[in-house]
């Protein structure tokens, strides 16, 4: 089993997202997995110019010569890759995106419909499943709604949406307290989606634990707790 986090977060390794994605990880290498942890960022992938030689002159292979050669090896032989991003004007990062964007050499002109809406055949005879992490700055449940929606493209084994992400790295008692009980719930979806393929219902309700009230986080994030 291998699992691969893609973290389109330009906050790399000190991002919030971060500290969410390490812990699956973590829990994922728990069972025995092997595991790895890309950032985008850092990584020299051009924008996709849209010329579809990946389709139809060299089939699945692209005609730019950066860093995205390697990243699709990687993401071909991974069992799950996990999309990895902090909410950036409602949406994921544009990191992520230009990520996302060149892994169409995976797919082939061949319309299919699924899940009402048409996309493009995958080229690959398996695919890796896909698990969906973010972190929002916001409180509430309204950060996530165009990424869910966008995601649902994807057919994601596993959502985690991780609203008051500011608190994950906050260094006051009541924020590290919190955090280490969420980030437990992490580990376990971790341990659990890689080992059996499924996450459990105590551990969904883990992940969509309060961190702290809205009015009370709003104050926080403010300076004014
Ligand atoms: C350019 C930019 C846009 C942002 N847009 C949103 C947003 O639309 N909704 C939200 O909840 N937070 C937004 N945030 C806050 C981030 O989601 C928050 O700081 C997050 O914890 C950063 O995660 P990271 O440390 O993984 O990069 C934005 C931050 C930046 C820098």
């Not at 090896?73 to 060149?102: E, H, Q």
């Not at 009541?174 to 393929?197: D, P």
Request: positive net charge.
């Amino acid at each position: 089993m291998k699992v691969t986090a893609f973290n389109g977060s330009p906050r790399c390794q000190n991002s919030n997202t971060n500290v969410i994605a390490e812990t699956f990880l973590e829990g994922a290498a728990a069972s025995g997995a092997e595991t790895q942890n890309i950032f985008l960022f850092n990584k020299k992938i051009k924008h996709c110019t849209g010329c579809f030689t990946c389709w139809f002159k060299t089939p699945g292979r692209c005609v730019q010569d950066d860093e995205m050669e390697d990243l699709l090896g990687l993401y071909r032989t991974s069992d799950i890759v996990c999309f990895a991003t902090p909410v950036y004007t409602w949406n994921m990062t544009a990191c992520l995106k230009n990520f996302l964007d060149r892994l169409i050499p995976l797919k082939c002109p061949a319309v299919v419909s699924g899940n009402g809406h048409y996309d493009m055949q995958n080229s690959l005879r398996r695919m890796p499943d896909v698990v969906i992490i973010s972190n929002a700055g916001f409180p509430g449940g309204g950060n996530f709604t165009t990424m869910r929606e966008v995601m649902k493209t994807a057919s994601p084994i596993l959502e985690v949406y991780r609203n008051c992400g500011m608190l994950l790295q906050n260094k006051s008692d009541i924020a590290r307290e919190k955090a280490k009980k969420y980030l437990a719930f992490v580990k376990q979806a971790g341990l659990e989606i890689s080992s059996a393929g499924k996450v459990s219902q105590k551990v969904i309700d883990g992940l969509n634990m309060e961190l702290m009230p809205d009015a009370e986080y709003i104050k926080f994030i403010s300076g004014k707790a």
